[in-house]
């Protein structure tokens, strides 16, 4: 059997990106609405948005169409082609929203004067011995009374709950076309790739880097969203 390369966000996924999150992640429907719920009741007139690993710009979208008047809207990612076909389907949106999409890792993006930072599914990619201090600088660049939302695939401390949820998440993608050897193939691409961490180290995690609110907002199965609040 040929052996499985590291899931990397090239070319080839930036093809297939939005079918495959839409068929591998439950809920993410919903975490977008999410966003736009958001952006209208944190927005802030004069300050900046960022989606840090805003991939093909779905989240980047929600947030231009549903912020006020004079903010604006800085997406990140550090892979080109996510930048290029992000880029491409933002510039076929006319919302009021100004917006930049920069080639650049999350870890040297400067958060300056922001109401909202997403990290939608984007944490677990990044080293675990990081994380930290990513949301030590988010916090630190956020206005007070801005957010954070951060969705994550995590994991579960019961070994029982976290079988019968692998299971689930599997049973889900079938359900979306995919096969077991698929799954089985994909699984194996994103070890030691996609790395998740349990609600609880989330939520301690986000309150060390000086969130004074941690809430879990949405959970489906073994993918959780949290919003913090500074």
């Known amino acids: ?8 966000f ?40 960022y989606d840090l690993g805003c991939s093909l710009g779905a989240s980047t979208l929600q947030l231009r169409r549903h912020l006020p008047d004079g903010c604006h809207v800085v997406g990140v990612d550090n892979s080109e082609a996510m930048v290029s076909r992000c ?14 999409i920069l080639l650049e890792d999350l870890r040297e993006t400067y958060i ?3 109401s909202i930072v997403i990290l939608n599914f984007t944490l677990q990619f990044v080293p675990d011995e990081e994380r930290k201090n990513i949301l030590a600088r988010i916090c630190e ?5 801005g ?23 599997h049973d889900f993608k079938k359900q979306h076309g995919y096969s077991d050897l698929e799954i089985s193939q994909k ?25 004074s609110v941690v809430e879990q907002c949405m959970r489906c199965l073994n993918f959780s969203t949290f919003l913090g609040i500074k």
Do not use: C, W
């Not at 660049?141 to 009374?145: E, I, K, Y």
């Not at 989330?202 to 309150?207: L, V």
């Open 112 to 114: 300056e004067n922001a």
């Open 187 to 211: 699984r194996a691409a994103l070890e030691n790739v996609l790395i998740p961490n349990t609600e609880e180290q989330h939520r301690q995690r986000m309150h060390d880097a000086g969130f």
């Open 87 to 100: 880029t491409a389907n933002l510039s076929r949106d006319h919302s009021a929203a100004s917006y930049e």
């Open 141 to 145: 660049g956020l206005n007070v009374g």
């Open 1 to 8: 059997m040929p052996s499985i390369e590291a899931f990397r």
């Open 10 to 49: 090239d070319q080839s996924v930036a093809d297939v990106f939005q079918d495959m999150i839409e068929r591998s992640v439950p809920g993410y429907g919903l975490v977008l609405q999410l966003i736009g719920v958001l952006a209208e009741k944190y927005g802030q007139p004069g300050t900046r948005v």
């Open 147 to 169: 957010i954070l939302l951060l969705a994550e695939k995590v994991k579960f401390e019961n070994s029982s709950e976290q079988a019968l949820m692998t299971t689930l998440h």
